[in-house]
Each structure stands twice: as C-alpha cells, then as structure tokens.
C-alpha cells in the first residue's frame, strides 16, 4: 500500500538532514537577477501558443497580528486600509500578465495565499474576484480547483458564504496548535470554538476539500499536549492535513527571534510527536501522501497518487501540475514551461514597478536539459515513491546508471540501509525511506553540494 510506513528510528537519525522541499527542481535558491520581465512575457507568449492551462496563485500579504513563528513574506499592520492600494495594483498587474494570454486557456486552479486573504473586506475580495474573472477564464461550474487560506480568527459564517458565492471550494486553516501554552508562546491565541466555526461551516456549504495546518517542535510543546491537539484536529476531520516540523531560523526571520529557545522541545521529543502523530492519523484513516501531508482515502491527492498523476510545485502537491501557474502580488512565483520567475519581495518596489506599468519580476531561472532530467526524477519520487528508469530513459534518451553513476554507490547504501529498493529498472521507496524521500531527493540535486543547508528545514 503506498499509504504504508514503517518507523526506523536509528535510519531517522542517520539520514534526517537539513534539504530542500522540492516545491521545484531547480530550488528556488538558485533563482538570480538576470531574468526579468521580458523573460516572462516571452514564455507567456508560449503558453498562449500552445493554448495551456492555467493555474492562478494571488499573494495577499497582510496579518493584523505576528505569529512568531512564522517565516512567510508578510506586512503586519492594523490599518486595513493598506489593503485598498495593494488591490489596486494587483489589478494592474492582472491586467498587465492577461493581455498575453489568450481568453480560451482556462484556470484549472485558482489559490489565494498569504499573509492573511481573510485580511481583506467583503468587498475587497468581490472586487479582486471580479478582476480575475474579467481578464481570466474562470470557471463557473464549480469543476475548478479554487483555494483560499483561513485564519479562522480573521473569518465567519458570512466570510464563508462569501467565498462560497464566490467560486472557492477549497479551504486551507491555519491552527498550528490548540494548546494555549503554545497559543501564547506563538503569539496566535486562537479557541478551538473559532476552528470549528470554521470548519462547520465549511462542510454546511458543501465546500469540497477542507485542510487544516499544524505544526510541531513548537515553543511548550510536548508530545502529551500535541496529541490532544491533533485528537481534537482529527474529530473535526479535515480532508487533508498538514503536519509541518517547525524550523527555528532567528537568523533569517525577525519574528522569530522571540521565541524563548529554551523552551523549544528537543530533537528526541520531536520525533516523538511525529511518530505519535503518524500513529494517530493511520488510526483515524488518513494516508500518508508524503512531506508532511495527509488525506483522507477519497481525497483527490490520495487517488492522484494512486493512479499516478499526483504532482508537486510551489503551492505543494497538485493534481494540475500540468498548468502554466500565474504568481500575483508581491514575492509571488510563476512557472511557465521551463521558466520559473518570482516577483519582488519588497512591497515598496512590487507597488513601484505596477506605477509605473512594469512587471515585477526581479530573479527567476531557465531550466537546462539537465534540470529537465533530474525535476523529473525528484518529482516521480516525491510524488509516487517509486521511479521506472525505462520512463526516464525513454522520455530524455539518457543510459540512466551512466547519468547518475556519480550518486550510485549512495544509491547503493540507500538500499542496504532499507530505505530503497534498487532494481535493474526501478527505485522504490520503501516503507522506511518514505519519511526521508527528501534525502533519497537530494541525492540527485546538482546545486545542493553549492548550498548552504543551513537555509534549509531538517527532513524530520
């Protein structure tokens, strides 16, 4: 069963590591300034050529409140009305991306992201809907895959039943944890009344998916305290859940430097908290779709994966992989045939370039032949845990042990380790190895020797 895991502790601290997540093969650390808007426009023409479809993600970047904890592209502010001028140009830059586009390439999925989209007023969000679908061909039958993250604390009935109006059948929440130790440490106070709410409401409006996100390794938490969270998570049962390890990096994020380190839970209790958590989630019926995420057996993830179309890119696992995906807004990424392109991260000089009608694409990357070769093989692991060397040889007409033999020996090791099972024409991930796929992954990332792990979140 590709649901199956097997907990090795001793290969969990032998080859859990600081890597990628593989949101894209190459990473977004290797993006640099010499793309730019023309690079975009131009691979935009390509996609209208050849008529595919889209996949939209809007970056809204505004919170009233910090959580310490976070490490998203984010403007902490209380005064709504920042919101106004930020829509404004989004619109323009919708306006600007969709006079390269042709009307018949429809979006597949659409994918509202943040910050806090639950930030803007009722009317704000109509308004930004009705400039997507002024310029984009949405659909109207409810077939699209259309998301939108919560904050239940920033949300109700009515916000639901708006959206619901609106054409989203996808929620995402965020609770992190229900215990208000932890609530404090994080700075996120937020009632398990207000999940509910959310989630109840939801279900009554036939919203098709609902997700909700935790995390572990947070201040307070310990692996008692976090199984009553997730016990409480799973009654409300959500049809996906993400499950992420919490990677304390004060260095590079500001807000988390609040966080008392000392009361951080240590590596032991943490993997505890996952196995526990692993355990609780099988036991309730949940799959393990790999990194972090789980769905119940009739999700849409779980059955892509089942029948091998499951993919992975910047908004996580997708069944519409096969999109052209539109990043908006400021520090957003696209990714266009070969091209990856991210807008800038600093909201001063995202609103200038839009001023002054200009894309804001600073950095991105063309993917080589090579890049082709290995995304593919990242991809089929992560996504399916297995990999057919015929497929790969066939597809990019390589010999596939003389183009990786550099990696072979590790290879190698992998399989007598018992994470893999090496054959004469395939990789499987074996129950063992199915919690460490990043490092199996990371093993046919050319960049990664270059990088700084340190950039990175452990795989455990």
Same mark, same amino acid.
């Given at each position: ?97 969709? !006079?390269?586009? &042709? ?75 229900? &215990? ?15 999940? !509910? ?101 009739? &999700? ?37 045939? &070969? ?15 839009? $001023? ?88 046919? $990332? ?15």
């Amino acid at each position: 069963m590709l649901d199956a895991i097997h907990w090795d502790a001793d290969l969990i601290r032998r080859h859990d590591r600081p890597g990628p997540r593989y949101t894209s093969y190459p990473t977004a650390v290797q993006f640099h300034g010499e793309v730019g808007a023309f690079d975009l426009l131009h691979a935009l023409r390509d996609s209208r050529k050849a008529l595919r479809p889209l996949s939209l993600y809007v970056h809204l970047p505004f919170c009233a409140n910090i959580c310490y904890y976070c490490a998203c592209n984010k403007v902490i502010t209380k005064d709504r009305g920042r919101a106004l001028p930020y829509l404004e140009r989004l619109e323009r830059e919708v306006e600007l991306i969709a !006079r390269h586009l &042709d009307r018949n390439q429809v979006v597949e999925q659409l994918h509202l992201g943040g910050g806090t989209p639950t930030f803007l007023s009722h009317d704000e969000l109509r308004r930004l809907l009705q400039q997507l679908r002024q310029h984009f061909n949405l659909l109207d039958d409810d077939s699209g895959d259309y998301g939108i993250e919560i904050d239940p604390r920033e949300a109700d009935w009515s916000s639901m039943g708006l959206l619901r109006e609106l054409g989203f059948n996808r929620v995402s929440l965020g609770v992190q944890d229900l &215990d208000p130790e932890v609530q404090r440490a994080i700075n996120r106070l937020q009632s398990p009344e207000q999940t !509910r709410a959310i989630v109840e409401a939801a279900h009554t409006l036939q919203f098709r998916s609902v997700n909700i996100d935790l995390i572990y390794g947070l201040p307070k938490q310990n692996p008692e305290r976090f199984a009553r969270t997730l016990a409480e998570v799973i009654s409300l049962q959500p049809d996906r859940l993400s499950l992420f390890n919490y990677a304390h990096l004060p260095e590079r994020f500001m807000p988390q430097r609040r966080i008392e380190e000392s009361e951080l839970p240590g590596p032991a209790q943490k993997l505890e908290m996952l196995q526990r958590s692993i355990e609780q989630l099988t036991a309730a019926g949940y799959r393990y779709i790999g990194m972090d995420h789980f769905a119940l057996p009739d &999700d849409e993830l779980a059955m892509a994966q089942e029948d091998g179309s499951l993919q992975r890119n910047f908004q996580g696992y997708t069944t519409h992989g096969h999109c052209d995906l539109i990043g908006l807004g400021v520090s957003a990424i696209s990714q266009v045939g &070969d091209l990856y392109c991210q807008n800038s991260s600093d909201l001063g000089s995202y609103q200038q370039s839009l $001023d002054n009608a200009r894309l804001a694409t600073r950095r991105g990357l063309h993917c080589n032949a090579d890049d082709r070769i290995r995304r593919a093989v990242i991809q089929a692991l992560i996504c399916q845990f297995r990999l057919d060397l015929r497929d790969i040889e066939r597809r990019f007409a390589i010999d596939f042990r003389a183009y990786f033999s550099a990696i072979w020996p590790q290879l190698q090791q992998l399989a007598r380790d018992g994470l893999i099972e090496l054959g004469e024409h395939g990789i499987e991930v074996r129950p063992a190895g199915r919690l460490l796929v990043r490092s199996l992954c990371m093993l046919f $990332d050319r960049y990664l020797a270059q990088q700084n792990r340190q950039r990175f979140s452990r795989v455990i």
